[in-house]
């Protein structure tokens, strides 16, 4: 079965993780001297704490996508250069 022309969903999920992260954790930062918004909360600034939290899962996602991808492509080079050599068809009936 071949993967070539698929899509590893790793990489939009990742960026979506990723955008979202950041827009939450700078709300976060933003609101940070806001006291009164983060006391249903126990005083924590989850805004902050989860934007991390999910910029972190979106690298790790982009990272692992991003090995994938170049471990597949030293797999295809290593297949390629052990492959034997092709046989010349004009070279034999000479």
Known sequence: MSTAGSLDLRLPIGGLFVILGVLL???GIATASNTAQYIPSGGLNI?????????????????????????AEFDAAERGAAAPPRRDPAAATR
């Open 47 to 71: 805004n902050l704490w989860w934007g991390v939290v999910m910029l972190v899962t979106g690298l790790l996602f982009l990272f692992l996508a991003r090995r994938d991808n170049v471990r």
């Open 25 to 27: 954790a700078g709300y």
